[in-house]
Structure formats: C-alpha cells, structure tokens
C-alpha cells in the first residue's frame, strides 16, 4: 500500500492525476492538498471524493503547519507536487505570488518530506530516507526558454526562463536539485509541454476558444498566432509521471511531451472546424450554445481577431522525449487529432462545469462538504 500526497489535486492536470490514480492502482491511500484559488474546484473531483481512499486537505502548499499535520497523521510515501499558480499572464500581473507559491511552497513541501522520510544518518552524515519515499516535482518546457525555428528540448538544454511564472517554476526546479544533491533526497522532475483535456480552466487557450465560440464571442489571438507550442494530451502525461514516480531513477530528470508541435493560429482553426462538425453531426450538442443560431454560418475563422501580443511571449517550445520512451518505454499514445476531438467532445456535454468554475458556484461544494469541519 502506498500513501500519496497530491498538492493541487483539484486543478487541471492534478485532478486528471488524481482520477488517473485512483483507477490504476487499488491499494493506495491518497490525501489531496489544494488552496482552492481560483484554478481548484472542488466540483472536478466531487465523485472522487466519495472514495474511502481519499482524504482532501484545503491549505496552502506554502504553510508549513498544514503540510507537517499531513505527515503527522498519514505515512506518505509519495508527495506529487502539483499544486503552482500556472498561468503566464497573471504572472505578468503579480510576479510576487509566483515566487512564493511556486518556489517557497516548493521548498516547504521538500523540508517537510525530508524532515518526516529521515530514518537516519549515514557516516558522512547525509540523511538515510525511509525505504520507498520519492518527491516529484511537476515541472515545464518553459524553464527552458524559447527555441527558433529548429531544435528540441532534452534534460541538458541550460535553463532559460523568460517569464516571472518559468522563472519560478525555473527556482522551484532548482531548489529540488539542491535537496536532491545536499541531502540525498529521493526525488524526479518532470518538465512536460501544453497539456490539453478535460477539465481546464477556460482561461487558458484551448477552453477559452471553445468557451468563445460558445458564448459567440470573438476569439482573441496573442499577435499574429505563429507561436508554436507542443501539445500533450493531460491523461498520457499522468501515466508520465506515474511512470516516473514509480520505475524513474532517483534524481533524474524526464522530459515529457507530446510530439505534436502546432502554431496557436492552427490550434484555433481546427478547434472551430472541430467544434463545427460536431454541432453539425450531432444537433444535440447545440444545447451547449448560449443563444440560438438556427444556423451556423457565423461559426468560422472570421471569429479570430489578432491582439496585442503578450509581453516577452515565447516563439516556440518544442520537447525531446526521448528519455522517458527509452528508460520507462512512455510515449504520448493519444494523437492530437483524436484527443482534440474527445476535449471539445467533454466540453460540449459538460457545460455544467464550466458555468460552476467560471461562476464561483464551486465554492458550494466546500462549504457542503467540508463546512462543518
Ligand atoms: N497546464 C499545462 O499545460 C502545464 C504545462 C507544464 C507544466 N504545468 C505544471 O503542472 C502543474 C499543474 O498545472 P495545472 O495546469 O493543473 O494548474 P492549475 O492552475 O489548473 O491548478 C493549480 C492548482 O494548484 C492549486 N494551488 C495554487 N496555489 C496553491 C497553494 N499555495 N497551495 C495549495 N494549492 C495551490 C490551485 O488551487 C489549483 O487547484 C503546475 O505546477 C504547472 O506549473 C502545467
């Protein structure tokens, strides 16, 4: 039996993990620490919720109070490190919450593994850890910078980050590093590409776009759309990282990324021919409209207008994934061309959801379930 500690479990791709888990391994026993900012919804785990295997902890990742209570009353063997404030544009906004949820929660999150794992110490006087503990860090391409037009990202491209979130993101990596190489810490990095899926936040573009056109909004695109990013399906990278909890060599880093490279402009298109055909196929789906169109000529690329490109934007990021195919034998099994169907599928029959997490009603769901406590 093995005992996880999920930190922002009711996020995007921690959420996506957490279902992951729970379906894939039956003996093991799982506690969820999230903050519930404005990225956590309770409601994207509510039926995992109902499982006795799971125990969710509301507190911040930087408290050092509430990630020790954790450890006191659970024998974790596994902290998967989630939880971040992960959007670019907002840390454009406010650089000082990056650096303290990302880079000081990290480091709090890595003290107390290291304080409750010591069993000892070795004649040179490193911690000796308990059997079987590991630390994950969940990481990104963008610590790595920008590319041009050619070139991948391996495990030994320098860090390089542009933007106060990879910054952060870049600082937390280091910080696991350090405990990794002053303590003898058991623990991995991963550092993935542009997740999409179920489940995201519509703030990011994806989402946003299918939102949009839903609402029969404009759909706005950072300059002139040629940033080119690489897209990984949400579910193969939780069987990334549980590959590399699991089987990965203990302080390594793996890459993880989708072999999908495609310019945002082109991401927008298909998404409104995706969403086109559907509505076409299947007059079912036109319930998720939020007006009546009796018609839907209007849906097309003249829904795209440029705008104001985002400060210090990225041209491209693109990843080598070549480590974590040969070492753990993981590659990214959904195509783009499927997964992008199944994503605007879930959206279109899961309006539910996205009128909860944008309208704030999520929060009913803590003060129904947790309230009293
Ligand atoms: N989404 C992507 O495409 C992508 C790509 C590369 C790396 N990542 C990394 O993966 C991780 C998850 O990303 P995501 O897209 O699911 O993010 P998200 O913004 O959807 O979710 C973040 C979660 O962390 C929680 N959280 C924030 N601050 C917290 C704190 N102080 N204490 C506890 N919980 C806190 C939020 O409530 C939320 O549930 C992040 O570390 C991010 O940097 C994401």
Redesign the pocket.
């Known amino acids: 039996m093995k005992h996880y500690l999920v ?8 959420a996506n993990y957490v279902k992951y888990i729970l379906k894939e391994h039956s003996d093991i026993q799982l506690v969820i ?5 404005y ?3 309770l409601g994207t785990i509510k039926d995992d919720l109902k499982d006795p295997r799971v125990e969710f902890v509301k ?4 408290d050092p109070q509430i990630v020790q209570s954790i450890f006191e009353k659970h024998p974790i063997d596994f902290v998967v ?7 670019v544009d907002r840390s454009i906004e406010n650089p000082q919450l990056f650096l303290q ?2 880079i000081l ?1 990290t480091q709090n999150m890595l003290d107390t593994a290291k304080k409750f794992w010591t069993v000892g110490k070795d004649e040179k006087g490193y911690p000796i850890y308990r059997e079987g503990v590991k630390y994950l860090q ?5 610590v790595y910078g920008s590319l041009g037009e050619t070139g991948y990202f391996t495990e030994k491209t320098p860090l390089d980050p542009r933007s106060p979130y990879s910054a952060s ?1 870049t600082g937390a990596d280091l910080i696991v590093v350090a405990y990794s190489e002053t303590y003898k810490m058991p623990v991995n990095i991963t550092r ?4 999409y899926g179920p489940y ?2 519509p703030e ?1 573009l994806i989402p946003l776009i299918i939102k949009n056109i839903l609402e029969g909004k404009k759909l706005p695109v950072y300059g002139d759309g040629s940033n080119v990013r690489d897209w990984l399906y949400v579910e193969d990278h939780c069987k990334a990282i549980d590959s590399v909890l699991l089987r990965g060599r203990t302080g390594e880093v793996y890459n993880v990324g989708g072999h999908n490279e495609m310019k945002n402009i082109d991401i927008v298109k298909l998404t409104i021919a995706t969403i086109r055909r559907l509505l076409e196929e299947n007059p079912e789906y036109g319930k998720a409209l939020k007006f009546s169109s009796p018609d839907l000529s209007w849906l097309n690329d003249d829904l795209i207008t440029f705008v104001k490109d985002r400060l210090g934007h990225d041209q491209r990021y693109a990843i080598d994934p070549t480590k974590i195919t040969t070492e753990l034998g993981w590659y990214p099994e959904t195509k783009f061309a499927d997964g992008i169907v199944k994503t605007i599928r879930w959206y279109l029959e899961n309006q539910d959801w996205v009128e909860e997490v944008t309208s704030g009603d999520y929060q009913k769901y803590y003060e129904q379930m947790y309230g009293n406590r």
């Open positions: 930190t922002g479990g009711a996020g995007f791709i921690g620490l999230d903050d519930l900012t990225a956590g919804n507190g911040s990742i930087v490190n989630f939880a971040a404030e992960s959007h949820t990302n929660g969940v990481s990104t391409d963008e993101k993935c590409s542009n997740n995201h936040f990011k």
